[in-house]
């Protein structure tokens, strides 16, 4: 609806023979209707979501990390930081923790 709207408004602005120049234009958080608010501390979560996260970290927990993810999260993302000297996650991956035995 957006593009169309925008295509829409080109049509009625350009006008062979005259120099354009290049914009973008950004609509950065768009939200719903009911989902904004201007206080800090306030939810802003639609009433849903929380169901749909506890659903989505229960097929992540039975499947393996990273089974399903949100549509806005790439599979290969074009850049990720360098994990080869990063911190082991002793406190929340259990795969992760140290074995001691004593003889």
């Given at each position: 609806?957006?593009t169309?709207?925008?295509?829409?408004?080109?049509?009625?602005?350009?006008?062979?023979?005259f120099?354009?120049?290049?914009?973008?234009?950004?609509?950065m958080?768009?939200?719903?209707?009911?989902e904004?608010?201007?206080?800090?501390?306030?939810?802003?979560?639609?009433?849903?979501?929380?169901?749909?996260?506890?659903v989505l970290?229960?097929?992540?927990?039975?499947?393996?990390?990273?089974?399903?993810?949100?549509g806005v999260?790439?599979?290969a993302?074009a850049?990720?930081?360098r994990?080869?000297?990063?911190?082991?996650?002793?406190?929340t991956?259990?795969?992760?923790?140290?074995?001691?035995?004593a003889?």
């Amino acid at each position: 609806m957006i593009t169309q709207a925008a295509l829409a408004g080109l049509d009625k602005l350009y006008r062979p023979g005259f120099a354009f120049s290049k914009a973008e234009v950004l609509l950065m958080d768009l939200c719903g209707r009911g989902e904004f608010t201007d206080d800090l501390f306030a939810s802003g979560q639609p009433a849903n979501s929380e169901k749909v996260m506890a659903v989505l970290d229960s097929i992540n927990a039975k499947w393996g990390r990273g089974t399903l993810r949100p549509g806005v999260v790439p599979a290969a993302p074009a850049w990720s930081m360098r994990r080869e000297l990063m911190s082991q996650s002793f406190t929340t991956r259990v795969d992760q923790l140290w074995r001691v035995s004593a003889r």
